[in-house]
């Protein structure tokens, strides 16, 4: 009777866990971009993390620096192009003569509106009753339903970055519980997840690594471009343009796109209103060097040697263009997640798990794995950093 109550117990708690488990699951399955992109920070930042922690006590601030110094870049950049943009659209106002009639606007009630005088006399009322009340409602629910995506994009940053800030404050309790619960006499968990760690620090630093050296070509490839440029048809603030490219190739599959393709639309405008010679194939010419030169060779050739050293390149190079295809934009980050895995479980658990024998990673490769702890931090025995209590705001 007893043992039937304890089972009974046991089988109660098991469900317990099965549930708990699949709700955790569900909820990473339904935001697994927000999560593998949050884990991208952590990585991309912890180097910048662990030399700051030398020098503040606190590693609640040494985690938000981090994060800034990760962040402000691309926001001074994008601050500055949103700026030269306004620019180019104040000049073009003030040089061009606008019909209102062109963007489907009645002049008679542009005029009422910017005298409100008029609207009291009697033409609020026909105004109220006319068919343009539709469509002004209608304006106002597409400006809700932009409202609504910019906050729901808003809120899935706030997740990546208190993600990766309590990662960064956090690793070192976290690797300490994982290996003092699931561990075993022989350090097989310490060895796996230690070099799924180092590979982890490789591949997502080496994409910032990554979008540093493509913007270095975009800003030299554009620049040179734009020596061959027709009067009047040259590429607008070509540096900066190479720059954002940079930055963007960190998005996967569609990064670059969203800076180059812009820009040929505008050089093609601007050839077309011209009227100069060459000008439609100085277009051709950006648009061949954009998607040749600074997309495409940095995405399938230099990102694999840049990230993951310690894999094959072929491999790696085929995660980065399946992943996107395979699991949406995500998948860039995701598939070399997976790659890694499946290297090292193959290296190090499944010999022995085929052989039947004692699972013991030395038996592994020694000149390729070791104990020690990775850079997650996965040695028990290793002080934990002065201050880094945790319990610090």
Do not use: C
């Amino acid at each position: 009777m007893e043992l039937l109550e304890v089972d009974k117990g046991r089988l109660a708690w098991g469900a317990l866990g099965v549930a708990l488990a699949g709700a955790l699951v569900f909820i990473a399955y339904s935001f697994v971009g927000t999560f593998v992109f949050g884990l991208f920070v952590y990585y991309a930042t912890r180097p910048i993390y662990r030399q700051l922690r030398r020098a503040l006590d606190s590693p609640s601030l040494a985690a938000a620096v981090s994060l800034f110094a990760l962040v402000l870049p691309a926001l001074v950049l994008v601050g500055y192009a949103l700026t030269i943009v306004l620019q180019e659209l104040d000049r073009y106002a003030q040089t061009t003569t606008i019909d209102v009639e062109q963007l489907g606007i009645d002049p008679a009630l542009l005029d009422g509106i910017a005298d409100p005088e008029s609207l009291l006399q009697g033409g609020m009322v026909e105004m109220l009753t006319s068919a343009d009340l539709s469509g002004l409602l209608g304006s106002i629910e597409s400006a809700f339903g932009t409202v609504a995506v910019l906050g729901i994009a808003g809120i899935h940053l706030f997740v990546m970055l208190a993600m990766a800030f309590y990662l960064l404050r956090e690793d070192h309790r976290l690797a300490r519980w994982f290996v003092r619960n699931f561990d075993d006499d022989r350090g097989t968990v310490r060895t796996f997840f230690g070099a799924v760690d180092r590979d982890f620090n490789s591949i997502f630093f080496g994409n910032i690594l990554n979008a540093i050296l493509t913007g270095t070509i975009a800003v030299i490839a554009y620049s040179v471009l734009n020596v061959f440029a027709p009067p009047g048809g040259s590429i607008p603030a070509a540096a900066l343009v190479g720059m954002l490219a940079g930055i963007a190739s960190l998005i996967p599959v569609v990064g670059m796109k969203l800076v180059y393709v812009p820009v040929a639309l505008v050089l093609a405008i601007q050839s077309a209103l011209a009227g100069t010679a060459g000008g439609f194939a100085f277009v051709v010419a950006f648009v061949a060097v954009s998607f040749v030169i600074v997309d495409t060779i940095p995405d399938l050739v230099l990102r694999p040697y840049v990230s993951g050293r310690s894999l094959h390149v072929g491999a790696l190079m085929l995660a980065y263009t399946l992943g996107p295809l395979l699991f949406s934009w995500y998948g860039i980050f995701l598939m070399p997640m997976l790659l890694v895995f499946v290297v090292h479980f193959t290296r190090v658990v499944l010999p022995e798990l085929i052989s039947g024998e004692a699972i013991e990673p030395y038996a592994v490769d020694p000149s390729y794995i070791t104990v020690g702890a990775g850079e997650f931090a996965f040695s028990g025995d290793e002080e934990e950093t002065p201050g880094a209590t945790g319990d610090e705001g």
